[in-house]
């Protein structure tokens, strides 16, 4: 792999990669998932961020909630969830989340949100309601993937009691990058801290975190990234694609082929991350379960999980 992805650009959305391209499920299954949330009027990430697998995933009947609204006070430069005036949190919320989870016959759960820099606990009470609304109507593990809370440690102390059997937050990019995806307010120091506050609270809690890669970043940068988040007690790695959403959206510097991202993945396990998914559709809560389940095994290893990805019937070799 060479040491800068060299792709450069921001082509139109039918110039993508072959294994870039993939068919869209149809189905019942996917109907039923996309009613559901309908009729709980709950939000979903996979829909509010436009995620390129959100159709395979409706028609699994799982999908990865959004709690707090659908409404965010940042404006990350990567991100297409609306930006606005914000409403209090809804205190029904958590139930219609548990409501939706037993439905879809969830037995792992993500819960994400929106970035809340207008409450004071930037939504952690609201977390912690929505675990245990979860835990009582369908006893399903829990992942949770909240904001930064703006620095706030008693934000995440909050939530780590509330004893979730994953928490994971997405560093998102490198440390070069961070302002111009993540915003002027996010702060890599603090992301790196959060997980080491994390493990004192919590020694036991399983840690995870995602990157978004094609923004520019190096392959040094990665892998320094790696050590930094390793350093901080992560053990959970995901590495996707970046895909632009929407035209107000940062652009696409390079596409990253499969096998850089298979090798960036060895390179991970090696390491010592206990997890890694890696491919061009992976994303921070996809195909979770498969990630967390292996800690449960009598026979517990280190390894890299294979994250099931249709691929085209021939892929490039560059």
């Not at 990157?211 to 790696?226: A, Q, S, Y």
Request: glycine share 8%.
């Amino acid at each position: 792999m060479s040491e800068t992805f060299s792709t450069a650009g921001s082509p139109p959305r039918a110039s993508l990669p072959r294994w870039l391209k993939r068919n869209i499920p149809k189905g019942d299954a996917s109907r039923f998932t996309a009613r559901l949330i309908d009729e709980l009027s709950l939000v979903t990430v996979c829909e509010e961020a436009k995620c390129p697998n959100r159709m395979e995933c409706y028609s699994h009947r799982t999908a990865t909630f959004m709690i707090l609204g659908d409404v965010c006070t940042r404006r990350c430069g990567f991100c297409s969830v609306a930006k606005g005036k914000t409403r209090p949190p809804d205190p029904d919320e958590p139930r219609r989340v548990a409501e939706a989870a037993w439905r879809l016959g969830l037995r792992h759960v993500v819960i994400t949100c929106v970035t809340r820099d207008d409450l004071p606990d930037g939504g952690a009470e609201q977390f912690v309601r929505t675990i245990a609304a979860v835990r009582q109507r369908c006893g399903a593990t829990v992942e949770v993937l909240p904001s930064d809370f703006a620095g706030n440690g008693a934000a995440v102390d909050r939530v780590v009691d509330a004893a979730p059997e994953v928490y994971n937050h997405n560093t998102e990019t490198v440390p070069r990058l961070y302002r111009a995806v993540r915003g002027r307010k996010a702060d890599y120091r603090w992301t790196l801290e959060m997980f080491r506050r994390i493990k004192r609270r919590n020694p036991a809690m399983r840690t995870k975190s995602g990157l978004m890669l094609g923004l520019g970043e190096t392959r040094g940068e990665l892998l320094d990234t790696f050590a930094d988040l390793l350093e901080a007690g992560v053990e959970m790695l995901t590495l996707g694609q970046y895909l632009q959403p929407s035209p107000e959206c940062l652009p696409v510097a390079c596409f990253v082929t499969p096998q850089e991202f298979d090798e960036l993945g060895r390179l991970a396990r090696t390491m010592g991350f206990r997890r890694v998914a890696s491919g061009p559709f992976v994303r921070s809560s996809y195909h979770a379960r498969d990630m967390v389940a292996p800690f449960n095994d009598a026979a517990e290893g280190m390894g890299e999980v294979t994250v099931a990805v249709p691929q085209p019937s021939s892929c490039p070799t560059t």
